[in-house]
Every structure is written in C-alpha cells, then in structure tokens.
C-alpha cells in the first residue's frame, strides 16, 4: 500500500538560541489518491510539514515513514535518491531551471534517471500535452506566464511517476484565471490517473476543490475533515 | 553527462554580464601576466646575447682550471678533436684565441688592456666585430696591426695609424714586446670592454706572448642557446678527461646568472601578487554568482540531483568561462607581446642615470620583449588553474547546502 504516516512529528527551529516549536506533534496518514489541502494561518506550519514529508527537512522528534520505508532515518544521498523516485515538488515559484526549454525541463529528472530516450520523449510529450502546454515545449520559462510555469512544474513533478506530489502554494504567485485553470489540471490528473497531491493553500477557493482538508493551527493538526469538493 | 554539459554550457551564457566579467578578469589576468614575463624574459634573453655576442659565446674550452685562474701558461694547442668534434656536429665553426694582459703604451700615456688575438674572420662571424670598428677598417688575417676600442684611444690620445706599444710577460715567463701599427678603432656599449680591449691577428698575438700554435680559449660559434647543450655534451665525451674545460654561458657568466636570478625572484614575487589580486577578483565573481543561485541550487537538489552531480556542473561551468577566458587572454597577449618584441621599449632617451646602469652591463637601454610560445601558453595555464581551484568553491557550498533554508529566500 502505498502511504505517508507521520508519527508524532515535532519540528523545533533554533533550538539553541530562541526556540520556535513549527510543528508540534503531528500524526497524519495520506493515502494513495487523496487531493488534499493543508491549510491554516500564516505561521502555522504548512510548509515545515510539506518539507519533513518530502524528506526537504528533518523532524526534531518522531518519524514518516513513506510506502513503508521510514525516510526520517535515512541518510541524505539515499535521500535524494528516494525523493527522485517517490515524490514530486511543486514550489510556490521559481521552480524551473532558467535554461532549460519547457520540455527540457520536464524531462530532466528522467535524465537523472538514466530512462531511455523514447521513453523520456513520449512521456514529456504526454505531460505538456495534459498540462496543456503542447505548443509552448521550446518555450523558456522566462518567456512562460506565472501560470504556464506551475503548470510546466506540475508535468515535470509528474514525470518520474512519483506515488505522492507535494506543492506548497502553487496558486500563491497565480491570478484566478490561472489558478483555476492549475487546479483543473491537477484535479483531472488525480481523478482520471489517480494521482496524489497534496498542496497547502490561503486560498479559499482553492480549498473548496479539496477532497480532505487538514488545517493546522499552531504547529498542531485542527481539523481533518473530508469535503466533496465544488463543481 | 551530455546534460551536465548543456546545462553547464547554457548556464554560461544566462548571464552575460556576469560571464563578461568574469571572462575580462581572466583576460586582464592572462594579458598582464604574459606580457610581464615576456618582457621580464627578453630583457634577460637581449642581456645575455649581447654579452654573449660581444665578446664570449655560448660556449667556451679551456685547459682545466683556466677559467679560474686566467694564466697565459694555461695556453694549449688545440686538439685534433677540438677541430672534428664542433664540425661534425651540425658544423660548428671555432674561434681560437689567445688572451692574455698586456701594459699598453704611447707617448707619455700607459695602461692596462687585455690582448686578444684571434682570427679575424672566424671573431666577426661569432662576435661582428667587424660592424663595431668607428674609424679606420677591420683586422686582416695575419697582419701586423692592431685594432683597439674607443676607450683606449680616448684616454691615450691614439689614432688611426698611431703605433701601440705592448709589453707583457707572455708563455712561460718570456719577456714580451711588440710594436703594432693601429689599423682601426671600435666601439663598445660597455665602458667596461670600451677601456681595455686590444686585438690582434691571431698569429701575431701567439708570436707576441711566444706561444706559437697555442691558444688559451675556443669560443664555440652556436647559433643559439639551443644548440649549447648537445654541443657542449659532446665536447666532454669526445674530449680527454681532466685536461680540458667545457663550459657554457651560464658556467662563463655566474655574476650575471645571479643578477638574473635575483631580478627573476623580484618578478616572480610581482608576478605571484598579480596571481593573488587576480584570484581574488575571480573568486568574487564567483562568490556572487553561488550567493544569487542558491534558491536554484535547492530546487535541484529537491528534485533530486545529487549534489556532487549539481556542483560538477558549476565546476564545469566555470571551466568553460576559464577556458574561453584563458583563450581570449592568448589571443589579446600575442599581438601585445608581438609589437613590443618588434618595437623593443626604447630607454635611451631616458635621463643618464637610468640608461647608465644598463651600460655598465654592457648592453643598449633597449628591451624587446620575449615571443615565445612558453611564455603564452604558461601564463594561461596559470591563470585557468587557478580559475578551476576556485570553481570548488561552489562545489563545497552545495556539498552543504540545506535546501530548505536556501529556498527560504
Ligand atoms: N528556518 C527557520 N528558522 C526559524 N524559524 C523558522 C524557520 N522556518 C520556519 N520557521 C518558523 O516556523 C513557523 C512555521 O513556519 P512555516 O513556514 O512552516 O509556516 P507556514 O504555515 O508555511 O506559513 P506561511 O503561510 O506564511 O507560508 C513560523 O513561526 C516560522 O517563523
Ligand atoms: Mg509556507
């Protein structure tokens, strides 16, 4: 089965000087499939959990064990080497690499793969076209709208086939056309391919097209509640 | 691989104000080095010629122990394979002479001089002598006459067709005289030689001192430095051992060795300054370009490349800007170093003071620069190895980068 659980995560920043408790004793369990949204406050820890369970960042106490293998132990080559296999990131901005076209962009964590040429081609094909982005492979980022940019992001998180994507604010830097536009996308992407994601969002109507919403105040888990998302 | 290149390649040209900079300071730091040595090198190169060329050739055969102790007794004839050897091997012509002191007088003036008695014709081909005489003509083989540089005619008030007294103790003590009518008088650069240069004909100096067939020095006539090395390897083997002495420039000249030395140890010191403000100026750029791509750096270490994999292509990177650098430095030095090694620094028209110091070594105040492949490629080599030692800065920033934190930005 393939899964995030976290045990009791505590995340402590400066622990020496002035300590700020981030997160303070997280248990949470992501299924394969779910499209959920982590959201709360400013400050109240979205991004530190989004970095502990993609492996970014090490809790100060507790575990997240992912598909079975407990990440929270792992040194940090093995590390990176999972993260390329298993999960996908989505950063608010900037995620692209400046030189590189759309499509290179996409296919570069295949590159770092070693995955065969046809395979890589056909596939990054694919996820421009899904991303809506067919015609704009050639394209450099900085010739890309804010919103062409996540959604080239997206495909490239996409490309390894990774059981779990984790976006922190995608939509944050987008305007509402473009934001809607990202969210059909992932929606699609995770009803039709059964595609994980987990996001953190401030975005009202980014949290209605949620299927669980976790909200953390404090460091703590508030609610956990599932919703059957808008349109 | 072909990735890390592309990206390495691509990253070059993102910012080209950046790789400008970058590019000009290695330039800058080729260009100036090269041309420092060059410079430092040729007027090293043009002293040693020209004291060379003067008076004692690249390189010299002696009896054993004559270089030491200068003594007319020392005089040998020459042997069979002191002819065949320098002839055989690439046709090295010898100048034979005799040398020795001799008190020169005339009227109620005396002094010292060293008489010189060699073959004219072979003394022009190695030293040109010829081209030095100012007034009345060049020695003729076997004639009576003697020619003697400016100095000594000044100060003796001597002219063309004065007749010179010589008296020495010449070989073996024998009591040496000789009256010789002046056919010509030259000049030297250096006051030194310029006071007490006297030559004869070679048979007329080995009749004066009484050492008939004898020579006490046989210059070697060598094209070059080059040539000095397999010339004097093969003197030795084919001379006897112990009798004779095979000695090059460097042995003849070990005063003039040492100054270079020491002004060699000077120009390095500058030259290692230069290399320091260089690679500062290097490693500033190159502070700069990690610091503004920090939060890229994060990104692809999340998305997972491994670090040594992202910072190998910084490395590369900055290999690449040190490459084309290096390259457009070379190109930028050649011309430079080229119009200075044809339009030598002329320092004589500077004051007295300065220009008199060079003649007192013996050489014009002109310095040509040296143009010689080593000189370019050395210099770029330097410059581009430094440029790679300071490309592991990256390397060991991202070694210990935290994504998260450099994504916090
Ligand atoms: N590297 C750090 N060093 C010190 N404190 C930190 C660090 N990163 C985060 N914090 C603190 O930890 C707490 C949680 O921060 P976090 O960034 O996870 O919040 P967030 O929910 O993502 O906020 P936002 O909605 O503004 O992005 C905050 O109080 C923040 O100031
Ligand atoms: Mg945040």
Same mark, same amino acid.
């Given at each position: 089965?393939?899964?995030?659980?976290?045990?009791?995560?505590?995340?402590?920043?400066? &622990?020496?000087?002035?300590?700020?408790?981030?997160?303070?004793?997280?248990?949470?369990?992501?299924?394969?499939?779910?499209?959920?949204?982590?959201?709360?406050?400013?400050?109240?820890?979205?991004?530190?959990?989004?970095?502990?369970?993609?492996? !970014?960042?090490? &809790?100060?106490?507790?575990?997240?064990?992912?598909?079975?293998?407990?990440?929270?132990?792992?040194?940090?080559?093995?590390?990176?080497?999972?993260?390329?296999?298993?999960?996908?990131?989505?950063?608010?901005?900037?995620?692209?690499?400046?030189?590189? /076209?759309?499509?290179?962009?996409?296919?570069?964590?295949? !590159?770092?793969?070693?995955?065969?040429?046809?395979?890589?081609?056909?596939?990054?094909?694919?996820?421009?076209?899904?991303?809506?982005?067919?015609?704009?492979?050639?394209?450099? &980022?900085?010739?890309?709208?804010?919103?062409?940019?996540?959604?080239?992001?997206?495909?490239?998180?996409?490309?390894?086939? &990774?059981?779990?994507?984790?976006?922190?604010?995608?939509?944050?830097?987008?305007?509402?056309?473009?934001?809607?536009?990202?969210?059909?996308?992932?929606?699609? !992407?995770?009803?039709?391919?059964?595609? /994980?994601?987990?996001?953190?969002?401030?975005?009202?109507?980014?949290?209605?097209?949620?299927?669980?919403?976790?909200?953390?105040?404090?460091?703590?888990?508030?609610?956990?509640? !599932?919703?059957?998302?808008?349109? | 691989?072909?990735?890390?290149?592309?990206?390495?390649?691509?990253?070059?040209?993102?910012?080209?104000? %950046?790789?400008?900079?970058?590019?000009?300071?290695?330039?800058?730091?080729?260009?100036?080095?090269?041309?420092?040595?060059?410079?430092?090198?040729?007027?090293?190169?043009?002293?040693?010629?020209?004291?060379?060329?003067?008076?004692?050739?690249?390189?010299?055969?002696?009896?054993?122990?004559?270089?030491?102790?200068? *003594?007319?007794?020392?005089?040998?004839?020459?042997?069979?394979?002191?002819?065949?050897?320098?002839?055989?091997?690439?046709?090295?012509?010898?100048?034979?002479?005799?040398?020795?002191?001799?008190?020169?007088?005339?009227?109620?003036?005396?002094?010292?001089?060293?008489?010189?008695?060699?073959?004219?014709?072979?003394?022009?081909?190695?030293?040109?002598?010829?081209?030095?005489?100012?007034?009345? %003509?060049?020695?003729?083989?076997?004639?009576?006459?003697?020619?003697?540089?400016?100095?000594?005619?000044?100060?003796?008030?001597?002219?063309?067709?004065?007749?010179?007294?010589?008296?020495?103790?010449?070989?073996?003590?024998?009591?040496?005289?000789?009256?010789?009518?002046?056919?010509?008088?030259?000049?030297?650069?250096?006051?030194?030689?310029?006071?007490?240069?006297?030559?004869?004909?070679?048979?007329?100096?080995?009749?004066?001192?009484?050492?008939?067939?004898?020579?006490?020095?046989?210059?070697?006539?060598?094209?070059?430095?080059?040539?000095?090395?397999?010339?004097?390897?093969?003197?030795?083997?084919?001379?006897? *051992?112990?009798?004779?002495?095979?000695?090059?420039?460097?042995?003849?000249?070990?005063?003039?060795?040492?100054?270079?030395?020491?002004?060699?140890?000077?120009?390095?010191?500058?030259?290692?300054?230069?290399?320091?403000?260089?690679?500062?100026?290097?490693?500033?750029?190159?502070?700069?370009?990690?610091?503004?791509?920090?939060?890229?750096?994060?990104?692809?270490? *999340?998305?997972?490349?491994?670090?040594?994999?992202?910072?190998?292509?910084?490395?590369?990177?900055?290999?690449?800007?040190?490459?084309?650098?290096?390259?457009?430095?070379?190109?930028?030095?050649?011309?430079?170093?080229?119009?200075?090694?044809?339009?030598?620094?002329?320092?004589?028209?500077?004051?007295?003071?300065?220009?008199?110091?060079?003649?007192?070594?013996?050489?014009?105040?002109?310095?040509?620069?040296?143009?010689?492949?080593?000189?370019?490629?050395?210099?770029?080599?330097?410059?581009?190895?430094?440029?790679?030692?300071?490309?592991?800065?990256?390397?060991?920033?991202?070694?210990?980068?935290?994504?998260?934190?450099?994504?916090?930005?």
């Amino acid at each position: 089965m393939k899964n995030i659980i976290t045990k009791g995560i505590t995340k402590v920043y400066n &622990p020496d000087t002035i300590p700020v408790v981030a997160l303070d004793g997280v248990d949470l369990e992501i299924e394969q499939g779910e499209f959920t949204a982590i959201v709360g406050p400013s400050g109240s820890g979205k991004t530190t959990l989004l970095n502990i369970i993609g492996g !970014l960042d090490k &809790p100060s106490h507790g575990s997240v064990t992912i598909s079975g293998t407990e990440i929270t132990k792992m040194r940090d080559n093995k590390l990176i080497e999972f993260r390329k296999e298993h999960i996908g990131f989505v950063f608010q901005a900037y995620n692209l690499i400046p030189v590189l /076209t759309a499509e290179e962009n996409v296919e570069f964590v295949m !590159l770092l793969q070693n995955r065969p040429s046809a395979e890589r081609d056909q596939r990054t094909t694919e996820l421009l076209e899904a991303v809506g982005l067919g015609d704009k492979r050639n394209t450099r &980022p900085a010739q890309l709208s804010g919103g062409q940019q996540q959604r080239v992001a997206v495909a490239r998180a996409l490309a390894p086939k &990774p059981d779990f994507i984790l976006a922190d604010e995608p939509t944050a830097n987008l305007d509402s056309k473009s934001t809607e536009n990202l969210l059909d996308i992932m929606a699609r !992407l995770n009803h039709e391919e059964g595609i /994980t994601f987990v996001f953190s969002t401030h975005d009202q109507r980014v949290i209605d097209r949620a299927h669980r919403v976790i909200t953390l105040v404090d460091g703590k888990i508030a609610t956990d509640e !599932l919703q059957n998302p808008e349109k | 691989m072909t990735t890390i290149f592309k990206l390495a390649w691509r990253n070059v040209w993102r910012n080209r104000r %950046r790789t400008f900079i970058t590019m000009a300071s290695i330039f800058f730091a080729v260009l100036l080095s090269a041309f420092m040595v060059a410079f430092q090198k040729g007027a090293w190169d043009r002293m040693i010629d020209n004291v060379v060329g003067y008076y004692f050739g690249y390189a010299q055969v002696h009896q054993e122990g004559y270089w030491k102790e200068q *003594s007319i007794d020392k005089a040998f004839a020459i042997p069979a394979e002191l002819q065949s050897t320098p002839q055989d091997i690439h046709h090295i012509r010898i100048v034979p002479r005799i040398e020795s002191f001799a008190l020169a007088s005339h009227e109620n003036y005396t002094t010292g001089v060293l008489v010189v008695g060699t073959d004219p014709v072979a003394e022009d081909s190695l030293t040109k002598l010829s081209t030095r005489v100012i007034s009345g %003509r060049y020695l003729l083989p076997g004639e009576e006459g003697a020619l003697i540089a400016e100095g000594i005619a000044q100060n003796m008030k001597l002219g063309v067709n004065d007749t010179l007294v010589l008296i020495s103790q010449g070989y073996h003590g024998v009591n040496a005289a000789g009256k010789y009518p002046i056919v010509g008088i030259v000049n030297f650069p250096s006051p030194d030689l310029n006071k007490r240069m006297v030559y004869l004909p070679l048979e007329v100096a080995q009749y004066f001192f009484g050492a008939e067939n004898l020579v006490t020095t046989v210059a070697l006539n060598l094209e070059n430095k080059d040539a000095v090395p397999p010339a004097v390897k093969a003197l030795r083997k084919a001379l006897p *051992s112990g009798e004779y002495e095979v000695m090059d420039w460097k042995q003849l000249m070990p005063d003039l060795m040492k100054a270079r030395e020491a002004d060699a140890a000077g120009a390095y010191l500058m030259l290692f300054v230069l290399y320091v403000i260089i690679a500062f100026g290097i490693y500033g750029t190159i502070l700069m370009m990690t610091k503004e791509r920090e939060y890229e750096f994060g990104v692809l270490i *999340s998305i997972g490349m491994k670090r040594l994999k992202l910072g190998a292509t910084i490395w590369i990177e900055i290999i690449l800007l040190g490459i084309l650098g290096s390259i457009a430095g070379i190109l930028g030095a050649i011309p430079l170093v080229y119009y200075f090694n044809t339009h030598p620094l002329d320092l004589s028209q500077m004051s007295e003071e300065a220009t008199g110091i060079y003649e007192k070594w013996g050489f014009d105040p002109i310095f040509p620069t040296a143009f010689e492949p080593g000189v370019f490629w050395v210099q770029a080599l330097v410059v581009f190895l430094i440029t790679a030692v300071l490309a592991f800065y990256p390397l060991l920033k991202i070694i210990r980068l935290k994504p998260v934190e450099a994504m916090r930005a």
